[in-house]
């Protein structure tokens, strides 16, 4: 079975500095895992995923997101907070080849930037 | 073009009584899902769909639910008599064929309160 744990509820941090959400997660066959941001009163938009190749993606807003095998994490980061980026970001995981393609979601982590 | 569509955006039922939830997928995206996401918490699959087929209903809570999709497009969730723990928003997701590879896209979800 595949689960994903998002530490830390809630971050806060000021604008201009790093950001860092951390994920890890637990899966029996290679990972596919995502990034999803969710703005008040709007739907989900992804952020970045991976899927094979290249552990260091990139997404849009200036996230990006590093996967480490090893310490089963895919931490996302971000160098400088911008008051924009205020919302809650959710990491997911899902099986490769053979699956559904269904998410395994993590509980969110809700992001605050203060001025 | 057009995004995936939910409607209505919010429900307000009784107890006891039955709801239908409808998706309207992005027009050629073969793979629909279901998810639920309760207040303060990640959210949860329901449902799969490959086509009109459901290959995939391990997420579904209890036999009060239940979820069909015709014309490989608009899908339709029924909650039949409703408890107060089915409060929750439903959100649905819609892919070009096999999700994971390809990205899942959300709709903006379905407010669902159960008084």
């Known amino acids: 079975a595949q689960s994903v744990t998002q530490l830390g509820s809630h971050v806060s941090v000021s604008e201009g500095a790093l950001v860092l959400l951390r994920c890890n997660y637990s899966?029996?066959?290679?990972?596919?895992l995502f990034w999803y941001v969710q703005y008040p009163n709007q739907g989900l938009q992804l952020l970045l995923k991976y899927t094979t190749g290249a552990t260091l993606v990139k997404g849009i807003n200036g996230f990006e997101a590093e996967f480490k095998k090893s310490e089963t994490s895919f931490h996302l980061t971000k160098p400088s907070a911008h008051m924009s980026d205020a919302a809650e970001y959710f990491c997911?995981?899902?099986?490769?080849?053979?699956?559904?393609?269904?998410?395994?979601f993590g509980q969110g982590t809700t992001l605050q930037v203060k001025p | 073009g057009a995004g995936v569509s939910q409607s209505p955006s919010n429900k307000v039922t009784e107890k006891g009584k039955d709801v239908e939830l409808r998706c309207d997928p992005i027009s050629g995206h073969t793979a629909l899902y279901w998810y639920r996401q309760r207040l303060g918490q990640g959210l949860e699959f329901l449902i799969y769909f490959q086509g009109n087929s459901a290959p995939d209903k391990s997420g579904l809570p209890s036999d009060r639910f239940s979820a069909e999709r015709t014309g490989e497009s608009v899908s339709t969730l029924t909650i039949q008599r409703t408890q107060q723990e089915d409060s929750a928003v439903y959100l649905c997701a819609s892919s070009k064929g096999l999700a994971g590879v390809n990205e899942q896209f959300f709709g903006p979800g379905t407010r669902l309160t159960v008084l």
């Open positions: 997911a995981v899902s099986s490769g080849s053979g699956n559904t393609g269904k998410l395994i």
């Open positions: 899966s029996s066959v290679p990972p596919y």
